[in-house]
């Protein structure tokens, strides 16, 4: 499990970047949220976005990331440092697994119709 940080209440996914409005949050593309979905394998996900919102072709809107809850500590310690600070969109899956393990197990999307108290992670 990751270490505790201190967080900003964004509360819904409307202050998320979205990749048709280009709409941007102010440094930092790690989030902690509430998932409620039957599916969900971790209630409660800190991820490191690799996507903005975007629109399926059923039209739900949708976010991927890497869920660092479930890598090794160390391993989720080094990916905060070393992209942590940078903005959601700047960070792909391919650059996360050129520095560390291969996280592909970790990468999720996500509904945003079940995210809840959204939290953006300080680094």
Known sequence: MVKKRKTKFLGTTKSLPDKEQRRKVAGGCIFAFDYRSATATDKKPLIIMISPKWTAKNGQRYFTGVNLNDISSDESEKIIKMF????????????????????????????????????KVEV
Do not use: F, M, Q, W
Request: charged share 30%.
């Open 84 to 119: 942590g600070s940078l903005p959601v969109g700047s960070v792909s899956y391919d650059d996360i697994k050129a520095e560390t393990e291969d996280p592909g197990c970790c990468v999720r999307t996500y509904d945003v119709r079940k995210v809840r108290a959204l939290h």
